[in-house]
């Protein structure tokens, strides 16, 4: 009989065998029956790795770093040769994506020298060394450097073998009284880790969200349900944003973002109907979630909150930084100026702040003067702070003051200040006639009353007796006589 019919399969190794090699390789099937792989004579086994470890990655200038309890196995390789083991031992080979080519190299020595200790059956106690001191040679962390794609793998695997653990399980629902395998429940891992049936988390969420009841979509259980509504209390009750160790980042990483996650709401529900009934439910949730976060929102920071002005668009946008007038529409894309609402037109050009609702820069204009004349510290102040910004009102304050003492300023016709009536740039005669050329726009206009003047003609609204600046050319010129009644003015084009 030739050899290739001495090689056993697996499901054929008899531990009664004469042929040592089948009687080990049959010890190890029991012992490993389901990380064993033979193939005649030869075969592999994997090897866990657990640990924890810290996986780091540099994504572009922000370093990552995460920590994972299951590393990708060892794989051991082995051929048994026909005199095995009294004449001859058995080749090996260990591949690891974790461990270190130096590790490996001194692992492979010990091994090695098993055989020639005993020179007898020792697979097992090859791989028993192994799993008892692979730990020595575990890092205590994985440097990725860039390697996204390594990064995520090394996530993904441990993320498998927790889920994989997780099914094998059997868990007691709170709800329904049932035990069920882990393959039929949903752990809340990133908040509490209660496990409920999937059937009793798809019949609440679906019935909650039907009906509107939105604040209820998080773990049904009676501890977390009493912790949430505390929350909820802390942080939409207005006497308690108007004290000044409100935090207002914490306010929007527990009422803004969903108690439970997008995705995994997503996944229960998706494991009892169909994607397309599945994204209705969903859609829902987010659209009914978004405007009663709005809604607590406008109440307590309606600063925060501004409409599209787009013709058509009735899409709120939450500004995350109250101090940037920049504001991008996530819906239409369209891009303006949260104080003007116009066109976004860059940070280095004016805009009117003042509008016709008593606003200025978005903020009533009583808020503004109410802070203004408030002392520092005071009820009045701290309630505003928490509605507009502390920072903000400063700054908008101080230019609501510069800018009533520019317009004060402006009236005073003594002063020389004058408004360009195309660009509104604010120009001021320093010297000559009234006849003023705006340099930005090249605009020509009066400077005492402020119109267009006719670039033909512009000397006529100060020669023309029925002009309201008749006679004015030289007006407010220091060193200038008054002008006589009857001005003939001389221009090099003839008589104006």
Known sequence: MSESDDIPNIYDLSIESEDLRVQELSSLSAIFPSTLKVDGFSGSIEIPLDSTVAVRVQDGSTPKSTLVSHLPPIIFEFILPPTYPHETQPTFNIKSSIISEDSIEILTIELSQFWEDY?????????????????TYIPSSIDCEQ??????????????????EFDLQTFNCQ?????????????FKSTCNHIFCNNCLFDFFSSLITSGEISKVHCPDYECTKRYLKIREKYL?????????????????????????????????????????????????????????????????????VDCPRVGCTEQIFRENLHDPLVICRKCNFAFCNWCRKSWHGTLNKCGRKNNTGQYSDIPIEDIELWMSSEDGSKERIRL????????????????????????????????????????????????????VCSTCSTIFCNLCGIYLDSWKPYDHFSLEDSTCYGKLF???????????????HHDDGLM
């Open 175 to 187: 709800i329904c009284q049932d035990d069920f395998k882990g393959t039929n429940c949903t752990q």
């Open 475 to 489: 007006e407010g010129m220091p060193g200038a006589e008054p002008e006589p009644e009857n001005l003939v003015i």
């Open 147 to 164: 390697d996204m794609e390594k990064y995520h793998t090394l996530l993904s695997f441990d993320k498998k073998v927790i889920a994989d």
């Open 385 to 436: 702070s928490y509605l507009h910004g502390k920072v903000l009102l400063k700054r908008v304050a101080n230019e609501y003051t510069m800018d009533k003492l520019f317009n004060d300023m402006l009236q005073d016709s003594s002063q020389g200040f004058q408004k360009c009536p195309t660009c509104a740039m604010i120009t001021q005669r320093l010297d000559g006639c009234n006849k003023m």
């Open 237 to 305: 009750r207005i006497e308690n944003v108007a004290v000044e160790a409100f935090n207002f980042n914490e306010f929007k990483a527990k009422i803004m973002t969903p108690p439970i996650s997008l995705e995994l709401l997503k996944s229960i529900i998706e494991k009892k109907v169909s994607k397309e009934e599945a994204s209705e439910l969903m859609n829902r949730y987010h659209r009914l979630f978004t405007k009663q976060q709005y809604d607590a929102i406008s109440k307590l920071f309606p600063s925060r909150l």
């Open 119 to 135: 020179k007898d059956v020792i697979l097992y106690s090859m791989i028993d060394h192994i799993q008892q001191n692979i730990a």
